[in-house]
């Protein structure tokens, strides 16, 4: 499915209600925006704003061809019909339409952008880890070296003091 830009919504929802007030709509029967284009001497006007309505809607149509549970869009050669199916398209409108389908668009995003991140500082820490794993080894080594030395040398020193001091071997 296409991604929905937020110039789109607002067209998108007119459309949609047309199109569930009416049962079904095409481009003509919709209102042309103002436009800089201007009309070419050879051409009527209302064949020229029929084609300017085919060319500016035209991805509006294509857009809804996507929603077929919510609408039923038929390419003619004329342009294209855009057919309400009551239940759903009703159930659509009233849940938000096209705003809510484009927050919910944008809060999934940003969802799976924390979650790109999140496994980007994964892979970072997990590196730093790799980095440094033998170096946490070495030092757990000393020091377990070193604590025992140091065990040694306190068993040999009160068994060298009680030796030189009796007085050390009574049990209080």
Same mark, same amino acid.
């Given at each position: 499915m296409e991604l929905l830009h937020k110039d789109d919504i607002e067209i998108l929802d007119y459309i949609i209600k047309l199109c569930f007030e009416q049962g079904k709509i095409t481009a003509d029967e919709l209102v042309l925006p103002k436009s800089d284009k201007s009309m070419p001497e050879h051409y009527q006007e209302e064949r020229w704003e029929h084609r300017q309505k085919l060319e500016y809607y035209r991805r509006y149509f294509e857009l809804l061809a996507n929603f077929t549970s919510i609408v039923d869009v038929i390419n003619t050669t004329n342009g294209n019909i855009a057919k309400s %199916?009551?239940?759903?398209? *009703?159930? /659509? %409108?009233?849940?938000?339409? /096209?705003? @809510?389908?484009?927050?919910?668009? @944008? *809060?999934?995003?940003? %969802? *799976?952008? %924390?979650? @790109?991140?999140k496994a980007l500082d994964e892979a970072k820490v997990i590196k730093w880890t790799k980095k440094t794993y033998w170096v946490s080894v070495v030092i757990v080594v000393l020091s377990f070296i070193i604590s025992v030395i140091a065990l040694y040398v306190s068993i040999n020193n009160l068994t060298f003091a009680s030796s030189i001091y009796p007085a050390c071997n009574r049990v209080v």
């Open positions: %199916i009551i239940p759903t398209t *009703e159930r /659509f %409108i009233t849940s938000g339409g /096209f705003k @809510q389908l484009y927050k919910d668009q @944008q *809060e999934k995003i940003r %969802i *799976e952008n %924390i979650l @790109q991140d």
